[in-house]
């Protein structure tokens, strides 16, 4: 089991920046995917960036340069620095682990933060 505890989030205009950090109850270096998801009421949950265990990165293109995701094995955390936040960007951010590497297979796993709210006002 991975407690995952959101934080960083807060309002801010559009243009400024943002550092959301996800603190880990255990350590995360036998986590396969740690990721950032948003959503926002009536729409799905969706992808924003993801870090695999070897520290290869992904991006959806809508933060394609401009947000920028790090994982920290050593305290067990996941971080998303966000910088020129558009009001599109507003959202309740979710933090996931996703799969436990065992040193031969992933085991299924899916672990989800409570969510922290970003707002991005124009």
């Known amino acids: 089991q991975v407690q995952l505890v959101e934080s960083g989030g807060g309002l801010v205009q559009a243009g400024e920046s943002l550092k959301l950090s996800c603190a880990a109850s255990r350590s995360i270096i036998d986590i396969n995917t740690m990721g950032w998801y948003r959503q926002v009421p009536g729409k799905q949950r969706e992808l924003v960036a993801s870090?695999?265990?070897?520290?290869?990165?992904n991006y959806v293109d809508f933060v394609k340069g401009r947000f920028t995701i790090s994982r920290d094995n050593a305290e067990n955390a996941l971080y998303l620095q966000m910088s020129s936040l558009r009001p599109e960007d507003t959202a309740v951010y979710y933090c996931?682990?996703?799969?436990?590497?065992?040193?031969?297979?992933?085991?299924?796993?899916?672990?989800w933060g409570q969510g922290t709210q970003v707002t991005v006002a124009s």
């Open positions: 996931n682990a996703n799969g436990r590497w065992t040193g031969k297979y992933i085991l299924p796993a899916d672990y």
């Open positions: 870090v695999a265990r070897g520290g290869r990165t």
